[in-house]
């Protein structure tokens, strides 16, 4: 598999790795991360985000006939997976780029690395599941299964090889018509939006969460607590009229339309059949979906 690519993209690519290390050089604080300035990589992870919702929504739209959110927060376009996916195997294959045989190798475990531990993460933090392969052969705690994994090393292939040189030219068009400078500041300040945008959508998601849990009489684990959590929380007037005048049952869902929860005997429980009256999507596109109404 190896020297595929054609001795043009090789140049291309090489090109701007060449500008990439002049332009760190120049900098009078260098930090970096195997060889990628910080601020490169903030804007490698706000760019992929948005690449990745993009996909999500038209794949929606595809598969299931509706528009809607496939974002990872409350506010603004942005599907966090695609970014950190994205960061992770260029920091980590970038060096490999003339390989396409250690591309699909590390491509296809860190893919899987990286997918196994943010399904984790959303189970430990929010007690939710995002996906669930159980039902594919060869999976892993259905967090991860051999398909997806391969999918994942043709698509380092095509991430370091086809896609990420474009996103470094698109990067230095705006470092020229802007300023380094400029970009920079443009970069860090969305990052911290993002990291508050963050925080919010944990919060806003964990009281809807414990009201789902405990209204509907759910049976999850520690029941008694998340019991004691809601009376806390909503017997607050100040606190419960803020929640339900910004993180509604409507604006969640909406946002979040495939929000689920597992009992204790193994159930999965969608939230959207919790609220039949709510409509978990903005638009229906087609009638692709018998089943959605």
Same mark, same amino acid.
Request: hydrophobic residues 45%; proline residues 3%.
């Given at each position: 598999? !190896?020297?595929?690519?054609?001795?043009? #993209?090789?140049?291309?690519?090489?090109?701007?790795? !060449?500008?990439?290390?002049?332009?760190? %050089?120049?900098?009078?604080?260098?930090?970096?991360?195997? +060889?990628?300035?910080?601020?490169?990589?903030?804007?490698?992870?706000?760019?992929?985000?948005?690449?990745?919702?993009?996909?999500?929504?038209?794949?929606?739209? @595809?598969?299931?006939? @509706?528009?809607?959110?496939?974002?990872?927060?409350?506010?603004?376009?942005?599907?966090?997976?695609? +970014?950190?996916?994205?960061?992770?195997?260029? =920091?980590?294959?970038?060096?490999?780029?003339?390989?396409?045989?250690?591309?699909?190798?590390?491509?296809?475990?860190?893919?899987?690395?990286?997918?196994?531990? /943010?399904?984790?993460?959303?189970?430990?933090?929010?007690? @939710?599941?995002?996906?669930?392969?159980?039902?594919? *052969?060869?999976?892993?705690?259905?967090?991860?299964? /051999?398909?997806?994994?391969?999918?994942?090393?043709? &698509?380092?292939?095509?991430?370091?090889?086809?896609?990420?040189? %474009?996103?470094?030219?698109?990067?230095?068009?705006?470092?020229?018509?802007?300023? &380094?400078?400029?970009?920079?500041? =443009?970069?860090?300040?969305?990052?911290?939006?993002?990291?508050?945008?963050?925080?919010?959508?944990?919060?806003? =998601?964990?009281?809807? &969460?414990?009201?789902?849990?405990?209204? $509907? $009489? &759910?049976? /999850?684990? !520690?029941?008694?607590?998340?019991?004691?959590?809601?009376?806390?929380?909503?017997? $607050? #007037?100040?606190?419960?009229?803020?929640?339900?005048?910004?993180?509604? $049952?409507?604006?969640?869902?909406?946002?979040?339309?495939?929000?689920?929860?597992?009992? @204790?005997?193994?159930?999965?429980?969608?939230?959207?059949?919790?609220? *039949?009256?709510?409509? *978990?999507?903005?638009?229906? =596109?087609?009638? %692709?979906?018998?089943?959605?109404?």
């Amino acid at each position: 598999m !190896e020297k595929e690519i054609e001795p043009q #993209e090789i140049e291309e690519i090489d090109e701007i790795k !060449e500008e990439t290390k002049d332009e760190e %050089k120049n900098e009078k604080k260098n930090f970096t991360i195997l +060889g990628i300035s910080i601020w490169r990589i903030f804007a490698y992870f706000i760019i992929y985000s948005i690449l990745g919702y993009i996909i999500e929504t038209l794949f929606g739209i @595809v598969t299931k006939g @509706v528009w809607e959110s496939r974002q990872s927060f409350l506010y603004g376009p942005f599907c966090a997976i695609y +970014g950190v996916g994205a960061v992770i195997m260029i =920091v980590f294959l970038h060096k490999y780029y003339k390989n396409y045989n250690r591309l699909f190798i590390f491509g296809f475990i860190i893919g899987s690395i990286v997918e196994y531990f /943010v399904s984790l993460i959303g189970e430990m933090i929010l007690h @939710v599941k995002w996906w669930d392969y159980s039902d594919m *052969p060869l999976d892993i705690n259905g967090r991860i299964c /051999v398909y997806f994994s391969i999918f994942w090393g043709f &698509l380092a292939i095509y991430l370091i090889c086809s896609v990420n040189p %474009k996103v470094d030219k698109l990067i230095d068009w705006f470092k020229t018509k802007f300023s &380094l400078k400029t970009l920079k500041i =443009v970069t860090i300040t969305t990052i911290i939006v993002l990291f508050i945008d963050c925080v919010i959508t944990g919060i806003a =998601v964990n009281f809807f &969460l414990i009201r789902m849990k405990v209204e $509907n $009489n &759910l049976n /999850v684990p !520690e029941k008694e607590a998340l019991a004691k959590a809601y009376d806390d929380i909503y017997s $607050n #007037e100040k606190l419960s009229n803020f929640i339900y005048r910004f993180f509604d $049952n409507r604006t969640i869902l909406r946002t979040f339309p495939n929000l689920k929860v597992e009992e @204790v005997d193994g159930n999965i429980v969608y939230m959207d059949s919790l609220l *039949p009256d709510i409509q *978990p999507y903005y638009l229906k =596109v087609h009638n %692709k979906n018998p089943h959605i109404k």
